[in-house]
């Protein structure tokens, strides 16, 4: 028997949303000693860490549970003389917590604790002559940080500041044969760099130059027995994937293509039902990564009792359409 159709959902498992379990998990997280390992290892991410924390909160409309005038200085202590912006105090800036950074400040509404212009000038200076973006001075070039790149500087309503037309080259030579995208030209395709191909080209307006019967094809293709969807053939399913691969659907107009009962049955099976928090899968330990993927999977289902969810910002619709940007999505 394959591996992956063993992931089942125990009879016993939570098949309601825990919110105000939830709400406690994210809301005491940074603070309760039990992570305080994890916190450890965890911390060069920390700036990524709020972003997943607050939105997830925010998901739940509990987003005043965290200290809104904390997370601003740190925000501010984390932007470096470069304008870029680090994980943490003190360590070297990069795309992935630039973007985090600026959808904080977006969701408080409070730009003006970065120095926007030389945030601005920090990402477009880390565009290449092919219009692939590096993640930071190192070099590293992906697709995810064409995303991040595109996302940010929409949300700043700085898009003049690359080569758009240049970076969509780039994203669209990443699609492979099978629908999928991949992390760089002939990469495999995995259903995370097709989330941040399809967002890239969607702040782009270009989504109309792909085949969405193809790609829609390959996203379904995700989906196992038990109703979790991985992130490539032969993986496990894992709840982010849930996410990414969701909201690409949405992104596609194709998000009925999938069987919503039995992926909404795997996120509730993932949730805690003593501490609260979703993990990866069922039985997993939790962490506020698979928790807010998991909350924003439901809200792009349609669960009601939490706050919409823009599928190519992954940031709540409130914020995003109060900053004037309505992203490309195909119907
Ligand atoms: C625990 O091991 C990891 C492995 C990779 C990473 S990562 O930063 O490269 N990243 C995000 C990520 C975060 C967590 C996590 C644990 C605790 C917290 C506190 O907020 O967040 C856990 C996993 C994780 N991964 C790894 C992963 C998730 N599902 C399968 N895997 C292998 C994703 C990884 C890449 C990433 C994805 C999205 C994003 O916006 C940023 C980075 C972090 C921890
Ligand atoms: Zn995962």
Request: contains cysteine; glycine residues 10%.
């Amino acid at each position: 028997k394959s591996v992956e159709g063993s992931i089942k959902c125990a009879d016993d498992a939570p098949k309601e949303l825990l919110h105000k379990l939830h709400v406690e998990y994210l809301a005491t997280y940074s603070s309760n000693p039990k992570h305080a390992m994890e916190k450890t290892i965890s911390e060069y991410l920390r700036m990524s860490g709020a972003y997943w924390t607050l939105t997830g909160l925010r998901l739940l409309g509990a987003a005043d549970r965290l200290d809104r005038s904390e997370l601003l200085r740190f925000i501010g202590q984390c932007q470096t003389p470069a304008g870029g912006v680090a994980g943490s105090v003190g360590h070297d800036p990069h795309l992935l917590y630039t973007l985090s950074a600026v959808q904080i400040c977006c969701m408080y509404d409070a730009l003006d604790t970065l120095d926007v212009p030389r945030l601005v000038e920090y990402v477009a200076g880390l565009q290449r002559p092919d219009g692939s973006f590096q993640g930071d001075s190192w070099g590293e070039v992906d697709t995810r940080f064409s995303f991040c790149a595109i996302a940010c500087l929409t949300l700043l309503n700085r898009l003049d500041a690359i080569d758009t037309a240049a970076a969509g080259e780039f994203v669209l030579s990443c699609h492979n044969w099978d629908g999928g995208f991949g992390s760089r030209p002939r990469s495999e395709s995995h259903a995370g760099q097709m989330y941040c191909c399809l967002g890239a080209l969607s702040l782009l307006g270009r989504l109309g130059e792909l085949d969405a019967d193809r790609t829609g094809w390959w996203l379904c293709e995700r989906q196992l027995p038990a109703g979790g969807l991985n992130g490539r053939p032969e993986k496990l399913p894992d709840v982010c994937y849930s996410w990414w691969v969701l909201a690409s659907l949405s992104i596609l107009g194709r998000l009925h293509w999938i069987d919503e009962e039995s992926v909404t049955r795997f996120i509730l099976a993932s949730q805690d039902g003593e501490d609260g928090g979703i993990s990866d899968r069922p039985g997993d330990v939790c962490d506020p990564f698979h928790t807010l993927f998991g909350l924003a999977g439901l809200s792009l289902l349609g669960d009601r009792s939490l706050a919409p969810i823009d599928p190519v910002l992954c940031m709540p619709t409130e914020t995003v359409r109060g900053r004037g940007v309505r992203p490309q999505v195909l119907t």
